[in-house]
């Protein structure tokens, strides 16, 4: 169906920002005049378009349209965001930070054995050594410089004729590297979670009725589809409620559908998890969410099937950046004995807490992770934790090793609970019971 609304100052600002090239600058006040705005509305929107990552806002240098990344390209930064990760001072080449750096090189030797590894596109980290951010600059590459060093003016104008960013820092260069490496790790986890975004049903191919529509038209949908669950919006696409079959049965086709439709529906946004949205779902009892944005208008649906779908698909996909999830359950081993369903783990500094104890955190991690293979182990399917009550009883020491005992107490078709004890050196240390909830696949 194709679609007509009213477009708020706000969403005009961003469509704006949106059309502008990569690399342009813009202001509040420019804004503000360009499109006949006031400039708290220009600046609240301007937040809005940094927080979806079409522009980067740099202390003394100001906000410029960046490039938006896509999933496939999460491992890769901004010279625009290298700024604000290292709390930078841009140098020169101001036109250059929307540019996308390829890899970060370390300037630890002598010139001419340096080059040999920059290319066009890397950003150099060196400390105050003019001649080798000449250079730098020449072969394509950005520059980094640490310890707050300045550069000569000659090397300021190079940066500025060749669109390439020279930035200085107060950081020292190990530090430096290591805030980079963690930006850029941090990316890659987030590349890992399934967001709603990634996989609902667009506006164009959503089925849906407005709120003037008569309830004839909800059999005409359904006849088509074969669906019975559609979301309602108002004249600017707002949601408004959703229609399913018990609520339009034995009622008069031409009554409207605001008079049936089931009001203040749940919906989820882009940036919801997919995890988060399969529990509602299952918690609801629902097949269908509508998918709405900032506004509360109406982009799309996800379906049960789609929500289970991606789940499945995630559990394949080759993990990269490593959670401190992924770090606790790496290193489960299995010490079962007959029927007894065991597991040994290492507390490994990373685990512990400043009294090198193992962490609060980590030891509900344990549990979580225990619990849930012992469902896993009775009935197939995807696990949403509903409750967790733990006991701690003793510390458990840094390069201690526990045991881990998981005993399922009761399962049935939606649900299970799990009764688990943690063990260390044969005394008890910790008691939990957990229940979740089973999402069939």
């Known amino acids: ?72 390209n999460f491992e890769k930064i901004t010279f625009a965001e290298v700024v604000n990760i290292v709390d930078g001072q841009v140098l020169g080449g101001r036109d ?19 080059m040999r590894y920059v290319e066009a596109g890397n950003l150099l980290i060196v400390g105050n050594r003019n001649q080798v ?35 200085s820092t107060s950081y020292d260069t190990f530090t430096v590297a290591t805030m980079i490496n963690r930006a850029i790790y941090d990316q890659l986890i987030k590349k890992e979670i399934i967001l709603v975004d990634d996989i609902y049903i667009k506006l164009e191919d959503t089925y849906f009725l407005r709120t003037t529509d008569k309830v004839e038209r909800w059999f005409a949908f359904n006849n088509d589809t074969g669906h019975s669950r559609y979301p309602v919006v108002d004249d600017n696409m707002k949601i408004q409620g959703m229609v399913t079959s018990k609520d339009v049965m034995g009622v008069d086709k031409h009554l409207e559908i605001e008079k049936v439709m089931t ?40 379906s049960r099937q789609d929500v289970l779908k991606a789940l499945q698909m995630n559990q394949r996909q080759p993990h990269v950046g490593e ?58 399917g995807d696990l949403v934790v509903e409750n967790i009550t733990l006991y701690f009883i003793k510390p458990v020491q840094i390069d201690s090793t526990i045991e881990i005992f998981p005993r399922v107490l009761e399962i049935g078709r939606k649900f299970g609970k799990v009764d688990v004890e943690i063990f260390h050196e044969g005394t008890i240390a910790g008691k939990a019971l957990l229940m979740a909830q089973i999402i069939d696949r």
């Open 323 to 380: 959670t401190i999830e992924d770090l606790v359950t790496s290193r489960f081993e299995d010490a079962s004995i007959g029927n007894e369903v065991c597991y040994r783990c290492e507390v490994t500094p990373q685990m512990t807490n400043h009294l090198g104890t193992i962490s609060y955190g980590v030891f509900t991690t344990i549990v979580t992770e225990a619990g849930s293979r012992a469902l896993r182990f009775h009935k197939k």
């Open 96 to 114: 250059g930070l929307h540019k996308t750096l390829s890899k970060f090189v370390i300037g630890a030797m002598k010139a001419e054995a340096m």
């Open 133 to 167: 951010h000449k250079m730098a600059l020449q072969a394509g590459a950005a520059v980094l410089l640490t310890g707050g060093f300045d550069t000569s003016e000659e090397v300021k104008r190079l940066a500025d004729e060749l669109n390439l960013p020279i930035i």
């Open 1 to 72: 169906m194709k679609v007509g609304s009213l477009v708020t100052k706000h969403e005009q600002i961003l469509q704006h920002i949106q059309s502008l090239e990569v690399g342009y600058k813009i202001s509040v006040r420019q804004i503000a005049k360009a499109l006949s705005v006031s400039e708290g509305t220009a600046y609240r929107a301007i937040k809005d378009a940094e927080n979806q990552g079409l522009v980067s806002t740099i202390e003394r240098v100001g906000t410029i349209r960046i490039e938006k990344k896509q999933k496939e």
């Open 263 to 302: 009001k203040s529906p749940l919906s989820v946004n882009g940036q919801t998890s997919v995890a988060s949205a399969a529990h509602l779902m299952v918690w609801e009892g629902i097949e269908q969410l509508p998918v709405v944005d900032n506004y509360k208008k109406l982009v799309g649906v996800i």
